[in-house]
Nanobody, 122 residues
Framework: QLQLVESGGGLVQPGGSLRLSCAAS????????IAWFRQAPGKERERISC????????NYADSVKGRFTISRDNAKNTVYLQMNSLKLEDTAIYYC???????????????WGQGTQVTVSS
């Protein structure tokens, strides 16, 4: 019953934008730190952003800083990842996860979504 479902992926041209959604069911996401990860073929899984459960503070990987924004809408029990100025190297499967922790330092995800594909291509 406890699920995370990502949506919003797709095909976009370089410089374009997408907004990914991570909808939670079976729990209220405001009790968890929520993170977005991505994995491209042949590369390690990369944590790209995280938002804390208590303060809503955020952090970003250097690879996406200034281009991506994580946010939450507690009324909708959903976390978003707004992706702007997309680059070819952003192509990956994007996953959201929830962790039994307040903050994002040393993040260890307990629950994971199935992923959504983002492809940036001209």
């Amino acid at each position: 019953q406890l699920q995370l479902v990502e949506s919003g992926g797709g095909l976009v041209q370089p410089g374009g934008s997408l907004r990914l959604s991570c909808a939670a069911s079976g729990f209220t996401l405001d009790s968890f730190a929520i993170a977005w990860f991505r994995q491209a073929p042949g590369k390690e899984r990369e944590r790209i952003s995280c938002i804390s459960s208590t303060t809503g503070s955020t952090n970003y990987a250097d690879s996406v800083k200034g281009r991506f924004t994580i946010s939450r809408d507690n009324a909708k029990n959903t976390v978003y990842l707004q992706m702007n100025s997309l680059k070819l190297e952003d192509t990956a499967i994007y996953y959201c996860s929830a962790a039994f922790m307040r903050y994002c330092s040393g993040y260890v995800g307990a629950f994971w979504g199935q992923g959504t594909q983002v492809t940036v291509s001209s």
